[in-house]
């Protein structure tokens, strides 16, 4: 595999709105990464992804731009932004931008155009239909509740929109919206930042006719996720990119594409298909829910489940395309909360998923706050929660009857503000993220978890996941090599073998919070050498809870 600095990279993903608020109106800022900076620089990472800072109503907190080429009030100003990269760059630091083109917000000035009248220049930028009989043009249910269409007045006709109401899904079909894309993206490449993010950039293709769902099994409305994810055009209007746009830089793409198979993960990515660098995958991150319904159905999983997920992502995708890693971002629980054990064994399961994170292949991810374990949060009541997601769902079961309390425990262990808790900095008030009234609560536990004291800890998680980041950087195998998983239909160890021409890791980990006895040193070669570890000395044939071993062999 060709090396570049993009499969090297360790990522660190910013929320803007949680991270530091500098001038105290509660919410995170430009200027507030700015002072952030030495404490990124130091954690080692190459390059920041940074979610949506552009204009915005904040319907869905960035994720509904009203102008693509200016930053948002609230997060600061362009020239603010312009001093962030330049800071990030002479740190050796790279940045990439959320690009979000599956929509935009309906108070883009296309969209306001667009919904005046049939006739009007813009019309055909969005998705308009005739409704039948009084009722949408078809079945689709919204991912955030209720219906996928909404009318409008103006011209009598319905406008698609798989997110929020205020987020009109974009029309891909027509090319003049597609060069208004491209030149947006170059407007941003051209001041020099890394690469993009692309936001469900799997679903602008829509299947062709928006065929009804024929089982009703997303709520009340059908799954239009199914006629989204995967529609030939999808590659055209990726190439095109490419040729136009991507092409022409030494940039980074990861594209959002949930719901597929590796198969189709390649098709996107191989290094002969000139689409995108990688995507994020997300069948780990579903693991726990059942789709058919709201994200908030729950389901079991099982270790040998989650461990299968990565092992076939990776043999599908090595040697012919690059993959990404990750285990926690801003549109899902934390992630020690999911996989580890946020309460007795904090500090060793945090640890072991840091583990895990950076031996796997695929470039990195780390999502802001994972790094000191920041752990999903309690909501006491409705008016506590802020994301569009988690509100809209409950709008809609208090009107079917439901209580509060019962949809905040439903909802306790999926939403998405868990995530989104402002960062916690230090023991003081907010811990330390504002000296205002935070958009959003902080999590009570910020006086035991936070960045000042897991400075001066030697043993936290932090600095755990410092050790480790260097580890990846300066043992390549653990980017570029192979992998397997033996004993992967075990429900308690997780061992994982990363191996190229020249040498041999194995990564030792005990998933759950028990003792077990296991002949792991079986794995290791005479002279193996721990590189990191959780427990201070190993122990032959045992594996305390959550015990975590990185060995060069
Ligand atoms: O998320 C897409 C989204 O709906 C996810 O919740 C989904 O479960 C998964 O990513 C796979 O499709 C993106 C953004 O990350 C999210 O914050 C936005 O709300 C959403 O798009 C709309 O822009
Ligand atoms: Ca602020």
């Not at 029309?171 to 690469?195: H, S, Y």
């Not at 994200?295 to 012919?320: A, T």
Request: some cysteine.
């Amino acid at each position: 595999m060709k090396e570049t600095w993009w499969k090297e990279g360790v990522v660190y993903q910013i929320y803007p709105r949680s991270f530091n608020d500098s001038n105290n109106d509660g919410i995170g800022d430009i200027p507030g990464i700015i002072e952030k900076v030495d404490y990124i620089k130091s954690l080692g990472v190459d390059i920041i992804w940074l979610c949506p800072v552009y204009k915005s109503p904040n319907d869905d907190n960035g994720y509904d731009i009203s102008d693509y080429r200016n930053i948002m009030d609230e997060f600061g100003t362009l020239a603010d932004w312009e001093l962030l990269l330049k800071t990030l760059h002479e740190n050796n630091i790279r940045l990439i931008m959320d690009l979000v083109v599956n929509h935009s917000s309906d108070e883009h000035y296309w969209f306001t155009e667009a919904s005046k009248s049939k006739d009007n220049k813009y019309r055909d930028y969005y998705i308009w239909r005739e409704g039948k009989d009084g009722n949408p043009p078809n079945n689709w249910g919204s991912v955030f509740s209720g219906p996928a269409w909404e009318y409008n007045e103006a011209t009598g006709d319905y406008y698609l929109h798989i997110f929020s109401k205020k987020q009109p899904d974009l029309n891909w079909e027509n090319q003049n919206l597609r060069n208004e894309v491209f030149d947006l993206m170059k407007f941003w490449l051209d001041k020099g930042i890394d690469g993009f993010r692309m936001d469900v950039i799997n679903f602008i293709a829509k299947a062709p006719g928006l065929p009804d769902d024929e089982e009703t099994s997303y709520g009340k409305y059908g799954n239009a996720i199914k006629f989204l994810v995967t529609q030939p055009k999808l590659h055209d209007y990726l190439q095109e990119m490419n040729r136009e746009v991507l092409s022409k830089y030494d940039i980074m793409t990861v594209g959002e594409c949930g719901h597929i198979t590796p198969d189709d993960g390649y098709l996107l990515t191989g290094e002969d298909r000139n689409e995108l660098n990688m995507i994020f995958q997300f069948d780990h991150m579903f693991i726990d829910m059942d789709l058919k319904g709201s994200r908030y159905n729950h389901k079991g999983w099982s270790l040998s489940e989650f461990k299968h997920i990565f092992y076939n992502w990776h043999k599908g995708l090595f040697g012919r395309a690059w993959g990404s890693v990750f285990l926690g971002n801003h549109d899902f629980a934390r992630s020690i909360s999911r996989f580890g054990n946020d309460k007795e064994f904090h500090n060793k399961s945090g640890k072991l998923l840091a583990a895990f994170l950076l031996s796997m292949p695929g470039t990195a991810f780390i999502y802001q706050g994972d790094e000191i374990g920041m752990t999903n949060c309690r909501f006491n009541s409705i008016s506590e929660h802020r994301d569009i997601e988690v509100l809209n769902y409950m709008k809609e079961a208090l009107a079917e009857g439901k209580n509060e309390q019962e949809l905040l425990e439903a909802t306790y262990s999926r939403n998405r503000d868990n995530a989104r808790t402002p960062m916690q900095w230090d023991s003081s008030v907010n811990g330390g993220f504002t000296n205002g009234d935070p958009w959003l609560k902080v999590n009570p536990n910020f006086k035991s978890i936070n960045v000042l004291d897991s400075e001066n800890d030697p043993d936290s998680i932090l600095n755990f996941y410092r050790k480790m980041i260097s580890i990846r950087k300066n043992n390549k195998t653990l980017i570029y090599g192979d992998m397997e998983m033996p004993e992967i239909d075990r429900e308690d160890i997780c061992i994982i073998e990363r191996f190229s021409d020249t040498d041999r890791y194995v990564i030792i980990l005990n998933f759950i919070d028990t003792e077990i006895n296991t002949d792991f040193v079986k794995y290791l070669s005479e002279e193996a050498e721990l590189l990191i570890s959780n427990y201070p000395e190993s122990e032959e044939n045992k594996l305390r809870p959550y015990e975590a071993m990185v060995y060069k062999c």
